[in-house]
Protein backbone atom coordinates (compact mmCIF):
# COMPACT_ATOMS: atom_id res chain seq x y z
CA UNK A 1 0.00 0.00 0.00
CA UNK A 2 1.33 3.39 -1.05
CA UNK A 3 2.25 6.39 1.70
CA UNK A 4 0.73 9.65 0.24
CA UNK A 5 1.22 12.90 1.27
CA UNK A 6 -1.44 15.22 1.05
CA UNK A 7 -1.08 19.24 0.06
CA UNK A 8 -3.77 21.23 0.12
CA UNK A 9 -2.95 24.67 -1.49
CA UNK A 10 -6.35 26.62 -2.09
CA UNK A 11 -7.67 27.05 -5.48
CA UNK A 12 -5.90 28.39 -8.53
CA UNK A 13 -3.99 26.48 -11.54
CA UNK A 14 -2.37 23.52 -10.99
CA UNK A 15 0.96 23.90 -12.08
CA UNK A 16 2.11 26.02 -9.06
CA UNK A 17 0.42 24.00 -6.72
CA UNK A 18 2.59 21.04 -7.89
CA UNK A 19 5.18 22.98 -8.05
CA UNK A 20 5.25 24.10 -4.25
CA UNK A 21 4.17 20.38 -2.89
CA UNK A 22 7.19 18.82 -4.79
CA UNK A 23 9.37 21.66 -3.64
CA UNK A 24 8.18 20.88 -0.13
CA UNK A 25 8.41 17.55 -0.30
CA UNK A 26 11.87 17.52 -1.72
CA UNK A 27 12.96 20.23 1.45
CA UNK A 28 11.23 17.45 3.47
CA UNK A 29 12.80 14.48 1.86
CA UNK A 30 16.00 15.00 0.30
CA UNK A 31 14.18 13.46 -2.99
CA UNK A 32 11.16 13.46 -5.25
CA UNK A 33 8.22 11.85 -4.50
CA UNK A 34 7.36 8.66 -6.03
CA UNK A 35 4.39 9.66 -8.12
CA UNK A 36 1.66 13.06 -7.92
CA UNK A 37 -1.59 12.27 -7.53
CA UNK A 38 -4.46 14.29 -8.64
CA UNK A 39 -8.14 14.42 -9.19
CA UNK A 40 -9.69 12.87 -12.21
CA UNK A 41 -10.32 16.47 -13.80
CA UNK A 42 -7.19 17.83 -13.29
CA UNK A 43 -5.43 14.87 -14.72
CA UNK A 44 -4.48 16.61 -18.03
CA UNK A 45 -3.32 19.98 -16.93
CA UNK A 46 -1.40 18.17 -13.90
CA UNK A 47 0.22 15.72 -16.74
CA UNK A 48 1.20 19.09 -18.97
CA UNK A 49 2.77 20.86 -15.45
CA UNK A 50 4.74 18.11 -14.74
CA UNK A 51 6.21 17.98 -17.73
CA UNK A 52 6.72 21.88 -17.87
CA UNK A 53 8.09 21.23 -14.74
CA UNK A 54 10.28 19.10 -15.81
CA UNK A 55 9.33 16.54 -12.80
CA UNK A 56 10.25 12.91 -13.98
CA UNK A 57 7.71 11.42 -11.81
CA UNK A 58 4.11 9.76 -13.32
CA UNK A 59 1.03 11.84 -12.98
CA UNK A 60 -1.77 9.19 -11.48
CA UNK A 61 -5.30 10.19 -10.18
CA UNK A 62 -7.62 9.23 -7.92
CA UNK A 63 -11.15 10.17 -7.13
CA UNK A 64 -10.58 10.83 -3.36
CA UNK A 65 -8.54 13.58 -4.30
CA UNK A 66 -10.18 16.86 -3.83
CA UNK A 67 -9.67 19.49 -6.70
CA UNK A 68 -7.65 21.78 -4.19
CA UNK A 69 -4.84 19.13 -3.37
CA UNK A 70 -2.00 17.87 -4.48
CA UNK A 71 -0.93 14.18 -3.37
CA UNK A 72 2.56 12.85 -3.42
CA UNK A 73 3.32 9.00 -2.95
CA UNK A 74 5.98 8.33 -0.72
CA UNK A 75 8.41 5.06 -1.60
CA UNK A 76 8.22 2.67 0.92
CA UNK A 77 11.60 3.19 1.78
CA UNK A 78 11.70 6.19 2.71
CA UNK A 79 8.93 5.82 5.75
Known amino acids: MATLIIYRDGSGPIEPRIKAAVRAFYEDHDRLPVAVVVSPAELGEAQEAVEVLAL????????????????????????
Open 56 to 79: RVPVRKSGGCLANEVWLEVSQEGQ
